[in-house]
């Protein structure tokens, strides 16, 4: 017969008054055989009281669980404790949780005990000691109730912490030359050092480049190697970052979902919405992005080093953590500090949906193109004008066809035409281009030398000026003599419960420039989809176990 009881005491010495109650219950017909570690846990319900320490026991006994009952009563009233509120203070508490497979609704005895199933200070210790003991009403292991609650909790803290970061616009401005490119960053750089430190990470500081830095020192004297975590806390420019209303959208039911300003989710154009069925998914209301690139992945290595700093009996080594400004404008690792950022490898937390494991990038290069015309009143145009908004078109026009983002996928690369300024007499093009192989990136380059110079022999010569300017490689070639790392990763995703899928990055991140450097920084996901735009979204469920992954990751 299993029979399973739960103590707890936040008043006097409370490890001596745990000590005691167990060692009242013989004399009451009532023999603990199996007891919990003690832990400290934080006051259920009423909040302004001290800290409980907990545990669990499984007991023998020949009573029924009426008298079991009265039996534990007895120890607390012998110990002397004093009913002053509901769920207030308390020098001792006893509390009978499973009695074998019985399901009782008495006005004094319920079985199993009511909500247990919501209750960390049960479930952590009773799972310590009863990973296998079912509940009788719920059909649920104490192991997969524990597991679940965990979930849960660290849903609600990562909503908590992601609904505050997204307050913050931080849009890098990639026509900017200082650095950050945008002061708006520093604000969250600043908000983030003051969140660290009062967390009690270690040596949290803010350069001058606005890279915000930290550590949670190894627990542990095996040898670890040290691993770094990084995120980027600026947000895409293409899509507006102030006065973002998050909408939380609670039991997705798979069909169309209006977010505001007319626009909608739906599944007709964005499939993978059709995993999200039952969730909870986080959106914009159709104004603005949320910036879950890569505010995510902030909130996910935060809520990490604090599970850590609330669980320090579970090993782990050192970590590094950078969080990086400009990452979307491509300069994110241009002051990086690698000399105070001794990692053997590090991690970037920049991918997409839950799962996603990504140790291949784009080769990147940013274009400009100018095109000078003449300007003429339209009325004695003939031959004399030359439209840059004209040569602008047929240029575009110009370039291979079907090789656009919106034609591409996988390992295909792109030329990206992205944004169009300018009037008769001048338009200025940018553009990027794309592809995993450098060859063929080298090749793409060509095409658009070629296509300029032969403007400039059609239409004179300085028609068209040409600005290429290599922002990143791919870091594949980095990262496979160390394989290692990624499959490190891998153990860790099914150690959370979720299977990999390597697939390459249609994009970059600081870890391609990074690797390069001499970090080899694979990229691990943050759970969102639709990054850059008012159509992001990102389900919670994904971003708690973004959360729970990087645990694993991180665990000795």
């Not at 945008?182 to 908000?191: P, S």
């Not at 069925?277 to 949320?290: E, K």
């Not at 290429?468 to 995703?493: C, F, G, Q, T």
Request: charge should be negative; include cysteine.
């Amino acid at each position: 017969m299993a029979i399973y009881i739960a103590l707890g005491s936040n008043l006097g010495n409370k490890e001596e008054n745990l000590k005691k109650a167990l060692a009242l219950l013989p004399g009451k017909g009532v023999h603990p055989v199996q007891v919990a570690p003690f832990l400290t846990t934080a006051p259920y319900g009423v909040t302004d009281q001290p800290d409980f320490l907990n545990t669990a026991a499984r007991v023998e006994t020949r009573l029924g669980p009426e008298e079991l009952l009265q039996a534990l009563l007895a120890v607390e009233q012998e110990m002397g404790r004093v009913r002053r509120r509901h769920w207030g203070e308390r020098n001792i508490d006893l509390d009978l949780l499973l009695y074998d497979d019985r399901v009782l609704d008495l006005p004094d005895l319920k079985l199993p005990h009511p909500d247990m199933q919501n209750r960390a200070f049960v479930l952590e210790p009773l799972a310590r000691i009863a990973p296998d003991a079912v509940h009788p009403v719920l059909g649920k292991t104490i192991a997969a109730l524990w597991a679940e609650l965990q979930q849960r909790q660290l849903a609600d803290r990562m909503l908590e912490r992601f609904r505050r970061y997204v307050q913050i616009p931080t849009a890098s401005d990639p026509d900017s030359t200082a650095f950050p490119s945008t002061a708006k960053q520093l604000v969250l750089a600043k908000a983030l050092r003051q969140e660290l430190q009062d967390l009690g990470l270690a040596k949290v500081r803010l350069t001058e480049y606005g890279y915000v830095l930290a550590e949670l020192p190894a627990n542990t004297d095996e040898a670890v190697p040290v691993t770094g975590l990084i995120a980027h806390m600026d947000t895409s420019s293409e899509a507006a970052d102030t006065d973002i209303d998050l909408q939380v959208h609670r039991h997705y039911d798979g069909g169309v979902l209006p977010l505001g300003g007319g626009r909608t989710l739906d599944p007709a154009v964005f499939p993978e919405l059709k995993r999200y069925i039952g969730q909870t998914l986080l959106t914009s209301d159709g104004t603005t992005l949320i910036g879950a690139d890569d505010k995510a992945g902030l909130c996910g290595i935060v809520t990490a080093c604090e599970w850590f700093l609330q669980h320090p009996g579970v090993p782990h080594g050192r970590v590094l953590l950078a969080f990086t400004p400009d990452e979307e404008t491509g300069r994110g690792t241009e002051h990086f500090p690698l000399d105070e950022f001794p990692a053997d490898f590090a991690y970037t937390v920049d991918g997409g949906g839950a799962g996603e494991l990504n140790y291949e990038t784009f080769n990147a290069c940013n274009v400009t193109v100018r095109f000078h015309g003449v300007s003429v009143h339209p009325g004695s145009a003939k031959h004399k004008m030359k439209n840059a908004v004209t040569l602008c078109a047929q240029f575009q026009l110009a370039l291979p066809r079907g090789e656009a983002p919106e034609y591409t996928e996988g390992r295909e690369g792109f030329y990206h035409c992205m944004r169009v300024q300018g009037g008769v007499d001048e338009v200025r093009l940018d553009m990027i281009v794309r592809d995993h192989d450098k060859a063929v990136l080298a090749h793409r380059k060509d095409v658009l030398r070629a296509l300029a110079e032969s403007f400039n022999k059609e239409y004179g010569a300085g028609s068209v000026e040409l600005e290429l300017d290599d922002v990143y490689s791919n870091m594949k070639e980095y990262i496979l003599p160390v394989y290692e790392i990624v499959e490190r990763a891998e153990k860790a995703y099914r150690a959370a419960g979720v299977e990999p899928d390597i697939v390459p990055v249609r994009g970059g991140t600081d870890g391609s420039l990074l690797s390069a450097r001499g970090l080899p920084c694979p990229n691990l996901f943050t759970g969102g989809h639709n990054f850059h735009g008012p159509y992001e979204y990102i389900p919670l469920e994904s971003l708690a176990l973004q959360a729970r992954m990087l645990v694993e990751l991180l665990k000795a």
